[in-house]
């Protein structure tokens, strides 16, 4: 998997806990955070598109909710073909199943929808027990890392 090399990626450590919504997930700290990310971008950059990619309907659905004005939320699954100068992925889960998480094409266009910057917010540990989220993350320098909430 090819990181991007012309944009910043920034992981946000987390353990907020997410809950079990029918067959989706919703982290809805995560969810706010990314809304907290998102307004402080908008405020800087006013005329730049900013999109929040979230891997769980659920949690797309409560920032769609919540979001200020000029700020889109998609699934990662719902986003295949457009991009946005500033993205912020959610991956919401901190435990269990990692298989619809850790799909590579996923990923890929999660991470790939960005012309600017891409915010990565989620629980580090965990996604490292996942083989693709490792991957990636190993080929991030450490600065790359910040924060744990």
Known sequence: MGLP????????NHNFPHVIDGTSVLNQEEAQLALYYAKGLRKIRPDDSICILAFYKST????EENAPVKVRCSTVDGVQGREYDYTIVLT???????TFL??????NVAISRTKTACI??????YLRSAHTWNQLFNQLPRECFCAKY
């Open 60 to 63: 797309c659905t409560y920032i």
């Open 102 to 107: 850790d799909d590579k094409k996923r990923i």
């Open 5 to 12: 090399d012309c944009h910043p990626v920034v992981v946000i």
């Open 120 to 125: 990565i917010m989620g629980n580090v540990p």
């Open 92 to 98: 919401s889960r901190t435990s269990g199943a990692q």
